[in-house]
T-cell receptor, first 112, second 114 residues
Framework: SQQGEEDPQALSIQEGENATMNCSYK?????LQWYRQNSGRGLVHLIL?????REKHSGRLRVTLDTSKKSSSLLITASRAADTASYFC????????????FGKGTTLSVSS | EAQVTQNPRYLITVTGKKLTVTCSQN?????MSWYRQDPGLGLRQIYY???????DKGDVPEGYKVSRKEKRNFPLILESPSPNQTSLYFC?????????????FGPGTRLTVL
């Protein structure tokens, strides 16, 4: 069953702008991860935030986690055309016996 | 180089003809998983394995089989493929130790069942 739900489903911005994607989930988690997928290719891990963390940074990426609201956001600052891809959040809850449950993704288009 | 490999990358077959998609990882990961990706549905888990000889159903296991006889390999078997199994398939692996939660994905296998 799908746990994470990304919002918006699609986002179009200009180069240099910031892109924000949100993810909501339903049950308790151990961690939440964001992945990126270029068209038709495999997923690449971007960043992981644990349930006891509130914010994490990696280069131009900033992830926040609010466990009380069961939500997370991914911010990409100063977007580039090369950031055009689909972004998925995935939750890990080991008590469920399976490692990751993915949402349906946000498709980001960055135009130059 | 640490990686997950899948073969074949592309496959066109006909209804009912048994096929196997192989998956192999060289990271000594305990956890392996198969997903299918369909437009508008995101990634859905088919089967997963927590270790050798331990497999379990994901969200959409019907029509698929898996085996985990060796730690590095996790083949996906379609005994009698049907057109609704046309999809993009991904294999992934992960360690299960603390902090080793990242999943590593293979490049994908695009399957068309006619």
């Amino acid at each position: 069953s799908q746990q994470g739900e990304e919002d918006p489903q699609a986002l179009s911005i200009q180069e240099g702008e910031n892109a924000t994607m949100n993810c909501s989930y339903k049950t308790s988690i151990n961690n939440l991860q964001w992945y990126r997928q270029n068209s038709g290719r495999g997923l690449v891990h971007l960043i992981l935030i644990r349930s006891n963390e509130r914010e994490k940074h990696s280069g131009r990426l900033r992830v926040t986690l609010d466990t009380s609201k069961k939500s997370s956001s991914l911010l990409i600052t100063a977007s580039r055309a090369a950031d055009t891809a689909s972004y998925f959040c995935a939750t890990a809850a080991y008590q469920a016996g399976t490692a990751l449950i993915f949402g349906k993704g946000t498709t980001l288009s960055v135009s130059s | 180089e640490a990686q997950v490999t899948q073969n074949p990358r592309y496959l066109i077959t006909v209804t009912g003809k048994k096929l196997t998609v192989t998956c192999s990882q060289n990271m000594n990961h305990e956890y392996m998983s198969w997903y299918r990706q369909d437009p508008g549905l995101g990634l859905r888990q088919i089967y997963y394995s927590m270790n050798v000889e331990v497999t379990d159903k994901g969200d959409v296991p019907e029509g698929y089989k898996v085996s985990r006889k060796e730690k590095r390999n996790f083949p996906l078997i379609l005994e009698s493929p049907s057109p609704n199994q046309t999809s993009l398939y991904f294999c992934a692996s992960a360690g299960l130790g603390a902090g080793a939660d990242t999943q590593y994905f293979g490049p994908g296998t695009r399957l068309t069942v006619l």
